[in-house]
T-cell receptor
Framework: NAGVTQTPKFRILKIGQSMTLQCTQDMNHNYMYWYRQDPGMGLKLIYYSVGAGITDKGEVPNGYNVSRSTTEDFPLRLELAAPSQTSVYFC????????????FGPGTRLTVT | KQEVTQIPAALSVPEGENLVLNCSFT??????LQWFRQDPGKGLTSLLL?????REQTSGRLNASLDKSSGRSTLYIAASQPGDSATYLC????????????FGKGTTLSVSS
């Protein structure tokens, strides 16, 4: 199993551009999450999904959108990138019925200039 | 609102020392607690997960304890090694399965040889 994979690893965007961060998990987990981590800070929740077709906002959703058309994929869309979105983005997943231990991807480091 | 605090923010120790990292949370109604390790520029590696009904978990040289009533967890590292140098993050699930984790800002550990 590859676990949770994220692409790209790094990206530089200009202000106002858009992009999609990809996240895929092969563990058949129904819960998936997007977090962002700013320097010296803990992770904060952007959006989460409890299954295909179901998404909900987290603590810091402004400027982002998500969709969940399959169990495996949970892409994060940035519209009109702003410098405040410069951060490291982590995708995570877990399954119901167990300990709810979350497994994280390697992250995408995004810079908006 | 659940808040997670980790003290100290940074810690430097010589190789071989035993050490304790502290994590406190404001709302004792948690589902579980996870300790993660994060190397610079890398993703999160899950170290230990303690269910709310458990008091401690052990993995190798690591031992994590949980005292829900006082809102505290500790991560004990025995016989520290330079390879233990990393940032250690504590995170709690609210008292609802499948919810996102709420993270502390982490403790950055440096072990010198």
């Amino acid at each position: 199993n590859a676990g949770v994979t994220q692409t790209p690893k790094f990206r530089i965007l200009k202000i106002g551009q858009s992009m999609t961060l990809q996240c895929t998990q092969d563990m058949n987990h129904n819960y998936m999450y997007w977090y962002r981590q700013d320097p010296g800070m803990g992770l904060k929740l952007i959006y989460y999904s409890v299954g295909a077709g179901i998404t909900d906002k987290g603590e810091v959703p402004n400027g982002y959108n998500v969709s969940r058309s399959t169990t495996e994929d949970f892409p994060l869309r940035l519209e009109l990138a702003a410098p405040s979105q410069t951060s490291v983005y982590f995708c995570a997943s877990t399954r119901t019925g167990g300990s709810y231990e979350q497994y994280f991807g390697p992250g995408t480091r995004l810079t908006v200039t | 609102k659940q808040e997670v605090t980790q003290i100290p923010a940074a810690l430097s120790v010589p190789e071989g020392e035993n050490l304790v990292l502290n994590c406190s949370f404001t709302d004792s109604a948690i589902y579980n607690l996870q300790w993660f390790r994060q190397d610079p520029g890398k993703g999160l590696t899950s170290l230990l997960l303690i269910q709310s009904s458990q008091r401690e978990q052990t993995s190798g040289r690591l031992n994590a304890s949980l005292d829900k009533s006082s809102g505290r967890s500790t991560l004990y590292i025995a016989a520290s090694q330079p390879g233990d140098s990393a940032t250690y993050l504590c995170a709690v699930h609210k008292n609802q399965a499948g919810t996102a984790l709420i993270f502390g800002k982490g403790t950055t550990l440096s072990v010198s040889s």
